[in-house]
T-cell receptor
Framework: AQSVAQPEDQVNVAEGNPLTVKCTYS??????LFWYVQYPNRGLQFLLK??????LVKGSYGFEAEFNKSQTSFHLKKPSALVSDSALYFC???????????FGKGTSLLVTP | SQTIHQWPATLVQPVGSPLSLECTVE??????LYWYRQAAGRGLQLLFY??????ISSEVPQNLSASRPQDRQFILSSKKLLLSDSGFYLC???????????????FGDGTRLSIL
């Protein structure tokens, strides 16, 4: 069964430092991978996706993610964190034959001034 | 551009009362529509999805039902709410063939439902 795991419940980063939010996946077949961000009492906002091609994917708000097939990972990164990046981040996967997204449990990112 | 609207934003209902949550999408035709429930601010569970008018697929057995009376309208209902129905309900849309599309899902701002 296709699934994603986000091993960290919370990530703390100082403003201006690089940030990484981890995601690993387990699928049979080629995965479609997505990152979303959720602010309090709001819906999920799409950040970026990996379908095929270049392993480094660039998305909204300066975020990027690196797809690593050998490590089955799709970590979210940003070179310089902002306080406004503090939010809940979700990784999601869908296999070609799937009809829904399987979401990870989410990682809470806290960026301190 | 496409937009998605959910209402109400918050709802407090007594146990045993009926429920109707509405979701509408603008700016696109024949979208795939989804209802998710998010518990305790974390994991999302897919409840229903729809690929067209009157076509509803249920993912989990539960006290809820969904309907799609119009192309861009998706309704989540219950005849009698349970305490366990409390949660944050999110509607989403996507385009493309639901089983093969690589397009992302786009979410509304949700309805926070509290059952007393």
């Amino acid at each position: 069964a296709q699934s994603v795991a986000q091993p960290e419940d919370q990530v703390n980063v100082a403003e201006g430092n690089p940030l990484t939010v981890k995601c690993t996946y387990s699928v049979s077949g080629n995965p479609y991978l997505f990152w979303y961000v959720q602010y309090p009492n709001r819906g999920l906002q799409f950040l970026l996706k990996y379908i095929t091609g270049d392993n480094l994917v660039k998305g909204s708000y300066g975020f990027e993610a690196e797809f690593n097939k050998s490590q089955t990972s799709f970590h979210l990164k940003k070179p310089s964190a902002l306080v406004s990046d503090s939010a809940l981040y979700f990784c999601a996967v869908r296999v070609l034959s799937g009809y829904a997204l399987n979401f990870g449990k989410g990682t809470s990112l806290l960026v301190t001034p | 551009s496409q937009t998605i609207h959910q209402w109400p934003a918050t709802l407090v209902q007594p146990v045993g009362s009926p429920l109707s949550l509405e979701c509408t999408v603008e700016g696109t035709s024949n979208p795939n529509l989804y209802w998710y429930r998010q518990a305790a601010g974390r994991g999302l569970q897919l409840l229903f999805y729809s690929v067209g008018i009157g076509q509803i697929s249920s993912e989990v057995p539960q006290n809820l039902s969904a309907s799609r009376p119009q192309d861009r309208q998706f309704i989540l209902s219950s005849k009698k709410l349970l305490l366990s129905d409390s949660g944050f309900y999110l509607c989403a849309w996507s385009v493309g063939r639901v089983r093969t599309s690589n397009q992302p899902q786009h979410f509304g701002d949700g309805t926070r439902l509290s059952i007393l």
